[in-house]
Every structure is written in C-alpha cells, then in structure tokens.
C-alpha cells in the first residue's frame, strides 16, 4: 500500500469501508450497527463478544465478515467436555517417534467461538490466552497465531442451566459487549425472501489481510486532542465506585467500575470510529458513540440497581 500520506490513506480507508458495508448487506439484513462495531473491533485490533438469542445469524455474520476480508475463519462450537487441546492443537508422536504439533482451530485470522459460555474456566483460559498474548504454548513451545487475529465470541443470554459464566478479568479482554436484537418486521419479511428461495447471494473479497494490517497501524497513529483524552479517562473513572471521582449512581448502583483497559478501547475505538466516518481525528462524539459496548461488560451492578430495575446502559448513559 503506497500512499503519498495518511490523510491519503484515511480517504482510501472510508472507500474500503463502504465497499465492505455495501458487500456484507448481500447477504446480513439490517443489523447495521452490530456490524460497524464489528468491523471497528477488527481495525482496532479487538476482539468481540456478542450477546444475542438464537437464529440472529451470528455465525453468518462472521462467516460474511471473513470472506469479504479475504481471511481465514473457524467456527468453534464451545461444549461442557471441550478441551483446551481441541482449541490450541496438541502434540503426537509421528512415525520417527518424535513429538509433532498438530495445529487446533484456533489458528485462522477469524475465530467465531460459539456460547463460549457452555464450557469450563479452563477451556475458556485457552481460548483467552490465545487472545491475549496472539500465541499459544504446547509443552514449552510458543506458537504465534496469524496476523490480523480477531475472535467473535458469542452468549446466548436466556438459557443459563449448563454455562460457566465467563468471569469479569476474563470478560475485559472483549473491546466490545454487542447486544443483537430481533430484526424489524421489514427486515425479518426481507430474510425470510431471501432465504427461502432458490437464489444465494456470493459476497466477493474487499481487502486483503496485509491491507488490514496496514490500516490497523494507520488507526494507532490518528492523532487525539487532550480534551477528548480527557473526557474518555473521566468517563471511565466516573465508574469506579468509592473513589473521588465517582458519578453518585456509580456509588449508589455498581460494586466495581472499569479498569484502565476500558480508557484504552474507548480511544482506540473512537478513533476507528473517526476514522470510518472520513475524519483526521475523533472528538468527544467519537467516543459516545463507542461507550455503550466498550463499558456495559466491564461494570457490575449491585442488588440495589437490580432491585431499582436499574440497567447497566442506563447507569453509563446517566454518567454521559
């Protein structure tokens, strides 16, 4: 990728973005939201965990996210006697009895790992150091994964018998919590047209993983004023009950506010989200626009608040 600058490159980043937009609604109704989020979690180099009921095409969401950019893809159906090996790989002796590593799925640039919730704290830790640290260790060997690496982790929200929630250290690795919610009527009579005939709309591949790279460099180095800086670090703090920068709801509704990850994802995303939408730098409505998704995972709330009816979104929203 040759470009003579990066306000250059920033133009050719907005024509990418469209084309992906345009690409990715052949074959996904509606949710344009939950895919916007999505595709800024990859450019932001985080990863997504989505919150929805069966049957709202999540997995062909990502599917379609992964041909359009031309990148590897996993799907990873996540049970109660799934193993850490069945996701990282595992070593076997070949036929010079010598030990030989067999790649698990999680090496591809997509992974979508489905009701991650259903399987215990130790094959979930696999998955999340993968995550984390973009290797995974096999008997004292490191293996890098492919670059981009981004993994779509789903939850499905109503059936809670046989799940091991993912707990909270583990959930601050996600950038962002998307809810996905039942289509509009116009939008679900579109799906089942097309769905139910004979015609299956192919998506063609928009961008390359070496553009992908590229841009989510470009995305790091946008520059930032120090007062939407300001207003994201506030925000965050503002969560952290007890301290003297907590909003009173955070004193009165939360048990614990969100930690430094989530000023991080808020800039990064922000930035994305500028980035996306043709400007050089975000301001403080870059940054509203990503808080929902990036916080409401990363605060809990009290008895009080669940007493109150008071939800998490609505505490965020009172601190904005």
Aim: with cysteine; charged share 25%.
């Amino acid at each position: 990728m040759k470009y003579n600058s990066d306000v250059e490159a920033i133009d050719s980043f907005v024509e990418k973005y469209d084309i992906l937009k345009k690409e990715i609604a052949k074959v996904i109704v509606g949710q344009d939201e939950i895919v916007k989020n999505a595709i800024i979690s990859i450019f932001s180099q985080g990863h997504t965990l989505l919150v929805g009921v069966p049957g709202l095409a999540k997995t062909l969401l990502v599917n379609t996210i992964s041909d359009v950019l031309g990148l590897s893809y996993n799907r990873i159906q996540f049970t109660p006697d799934l193993m850490p090996s069945d996701i990282i790989g595992t070593e076997i002796l070949d036929e010079n009895r010598k030990f030989k590593f067999i790649k698990g799925p999680v090496f591809a640039n997509i992974i979508l790992a489905d009701e991650i919730n259903r399987t215990p704290p130790k094959t979930q830790a696999a998955l999340l150091e993968a995550m984390q640290e973009k290797s995974v260790t096999v008997a004292g060997n490191a293996y890098k994964l492919d670059a981009p690496f981004f993994v779509l982790a789903t939850q499905n929200p109503i059936e809670q018998e046989g799940t091991y929630p993912l707990p909270e250290a583990q959930l601050d690795r996600f950038m962002f919590n998307l809810i996905l919610d039942y289509p509009e009527f116009n939008e679900e009579l579109e799906i089942v047209k097309r769905t139910t005939g004979g015609l299956c709309e192919a998506v063609s591949k928009i961008i390359g993983a070496d553009e992908i790279l590229f841009f989510q460099q470009l995305i790091r180095k946008i520059p930032v004023a120090e007062n939407v800086m300001d207003y994201a670090v506030k925000l965050v703090s503002k969560t952290r009950p007890g301290t003297s920068t907590a909003h009173d709801w955070a004193n009165s509704y939360l048990n614990w506010g969100a930690g430094p990850r989530a000023s991080q994802f808020l800039i990064i995303g922000a930035k994305a989200h500028a980035a996306i939408a043709g400007k050089y730098s975000p301001d403080i409505e870059d940054v509203k626009a990503i808080v929902l998704p990036v916080l409401r995972h990363r605060i809990i709330r009290n008895y009080k608040a669940e007493a109150d009816g008071i939800s998490v979104d609505a505490i965020i929203k009172k601190m904005m």
